[in-house]
């Protein structure tokens, strides 16, 4: 009996972005960490094969608005992930605590609501040095993490039986 995983048309660790539609989400809140993550973001995107065209950016104000518009782009049926960035720094009250709760608790039900992968590429931490290290270049990078995971699910789901394709329109002439 042959006990081995079905293997999937990407590997896990390398996926390939080729062809796919990618929406980029932004928090503008604490630009000076989440631009780093946009940056890694983009470059594992590129060596994952993606076309700049075929990767969206949208800006929102902060990590709580994150949940919303990732909705809104995985309901527009344009897109094969989402890649969601921010970050979440501690402060002396406990705000911190309901925006990063909010933001990753809305990106889980985005995806699991829509069937189209979340990225996850927002830090929650206790000091913003810490933020600065995990969005610096480099093989750390959380924003690259995050579209690496995303481009992987995309796989992952596309090869499990019996999933249909999510239907999406056709591309607009430029």
Known sequence: ???RPR???????RPSARGLRVAVVRSRFNPAVVDG????????????????????????????????AAAGAARS?????IVAL???IKGETDHYEHIAREASHGLAAVSRET??????????VAREE???VRSAPGPDNKGAEA??????????????????PVARPPRKAR
């Open 130 to 132: 810490q933020a600065l």
């Open 147 to 164: 579209a690496r995971a995303a481009v992987a699910m995309v796989h992952v789901l596309r090869g499990l039986p019996g999933r249909r």
């Open 77 to 81: 049926g344009r897109f094969d992930a």
């Open 7 to 13: 293997t999937q048309s990407a590997p896990l660790d």
């Open 115 to 124: 069937g189209v992968p979340v990225g996850f590429g927002v830090l929650t």
């Open 1 to 3: 009996m042959n006990t």
């Open 86 to 88: 921010g970050a979440v």
């Open 37 to 68: 993550l946009l940056a890694g973001a983009r470059e594992a995107l590129r060596q994952m094969g993606a076309a700049e065209r075929d990767v969206v950016l949208t800006d929102v104000p902060g990590a709580f608005e994150l949940p919303l």
